[in-house]
């Protein structure tokens, strides 16, 4: 065995752990693509939501402070913390078991805004603040379900 053969084995295996460290990084994250895009869309008609009627007179961010019942409260909280706070987060790093947490929260806020629109349809029972979800309601819901979709889609992408 020569020097030269030395030489280019050590830098075989050199190059053989910076490809393997190239290859781990990329597993640990998810290429968005477009469909980040479509998501911070989605994030920004989620906060358009916020800004909008939900009970009565009081709008998404008031109600997410305590203001119209515990329901719509919890459903404002789920779908700014999963639909807001991860989704920014997962966007910026690109995680991949983030997707998972906007996938899974994503789905757990849009069952909250089902029982917050409930609770606002069926408020006349039991004298509960709201005549009826509002219009900010109603668009945070959808843009909750689209975006977890687009996050369900997106964990399950990888390969």
Known sequence: MTEQDGESSAEMKELAAEIDQVGARAARTVELGRRGFTISLFVFVLLIGQILPWVGGVVGWEVLVGHGGGVPQLFAATSTAFGVFASALTLATRRWWLSWVCAA?????????????????????????????????????????????????????RS
């Open 105 to 157: 929260g994503g789905w757990f806020a849009s069952v909250d805004g089902l029982l917050a629109i409930w609770s606002q349809q069926s408020s006349h029972a039991s004298g509960a603040t709201g005549g009826g979800p509002g219009i900010g309601m109603i668009v945070a819901w959808i843009a909750t379900i689209c975006l977890a979709v687009q996050w369900m889609r997106t964990a399950f992408s």
